[in-house]
């Protein structure tokens, strides 16, 4: 069982940065691929950025590359959005998720989700 906190949103101006961070318990954290996704509103949610359990295997949406990095420290049980170059399309809540298998692009098959934290992006 892994439970998952997110921090860090906020609200920003076009061209800023933003750091989100998801803090996870359990003891296992260092077995599980974790990813983030985002939900605008009216929208489904949608793949950003997943890590595997090593740091290994990173993809990322086509939409945030160049821009996002995703990154893990599983010393302290926690994984990082790091959000440059924002643009007022980023806007979205956004969401942690831990799944034991490997990496994946599809919500579905995450098993433990985060409460969300809310991104705006301003122009």
């Known amino acids: 069982q892994v439970q998952l906190v997110e921090s860090g949103g906020g609200l920003v101006q076009a061209g800023d940065s933003l750091r989100l961070s998801c803090a996870a318990s359990?003891?296992?954290?260092?077995?599980?691929?974790m990813g983030w996704f985002r939900q605008a509103p009216g929208k489904e949610r949608e793949f950003v950025a997943t890590i595997s359990w090593r740091g290994f295997t990173i993809y990322y949406a086509d939409s945030v590359k160049g821009r996002f990095t995703i990154s893990r420290d599983n010393a302290k049980n926690t994984v990082a959005l790091q959000m440059n170059s924002l643009k007022p399309e980023d806007t979205a809540v956004y969401y942690c998720?831990?799944?034991?298998?490997?990496?994946?692009?599809?919500?579905?098959?995450?098993?433990?989700w985060g409460q969300g934290t809310q991104v705006t992006v301003s122009s």
């Open positions: 359990g003891r296992t954290f260092s077995s599980y691929s």
């Open positions: 998720a831990a799944r034991r298998q490997g990496v994946t692009n599809t919500a579905s098959e995450y098993s433990y």
